[in-house]
Nanobody, 118 residues
Framework: QVHLVESGGGLVQAGGSLRLSCAAS????????MGWYRQAPGKQRELVAG???????????YYADSVKGRFTISRDNAKNTMYLQMNSLKPEDTAVYYC????????WGQGTQVTVSS
């Protein structure tokens, strides 16, 4: 089993930045992919960014077109923590952001609210 704890959400003005963190614990070795999703009110959950591997070296990252060039996904394998650096935030980025990892099953964090004011 994997437990995920997210942090770093908040209220920011358009053009500002936030960094989200996702700390994982438990069966880290079983993780083979991970990423960030978001869900805005009244909308479906959508992929933001991800890694094709877990907390190991190698693999690649990928992004939704809507965040390319503004968001950066990263990880600290020693700390079993994944990050999402969000720059040039827009009001349409407002959503609850979730981290997720895939092992034998998918695990999800509790979500953290990001609100971008215009």
């Amino acid at each position: 089993q994997v437990h995920l704890v997210e942090s770093g959400g908040g209220l920011v003005q358009a053009g500002g930045s936030l960094r989200l963190s996702c700390a994982a614990s438990g069966s880290i070795f079983s993780i083979n992919a991970m990423g960030w999703y978001r869900q805005a009110p009244g909308k479906q959950r959508e992929l933001v960014a991800g890694f094709t591997t877990g907390f190991t070296s190698g693999g690649s990252s990928y992004y939704a077109d809507s965040v390319k060039g503004r968001f950066t996904i990263s990880r600290d394998n020693a700390k079993n923590t994944m990050y999402l650096q969000m720059n040039s935030l827009k009001p349409e980025d407002t959503a609850v952001y979730y981290c997720t990892v895939r092992g034998l099953i998918e695990y999800w964090g509790q979500g953290t609210q990001v609100t971008v004011s215009s």
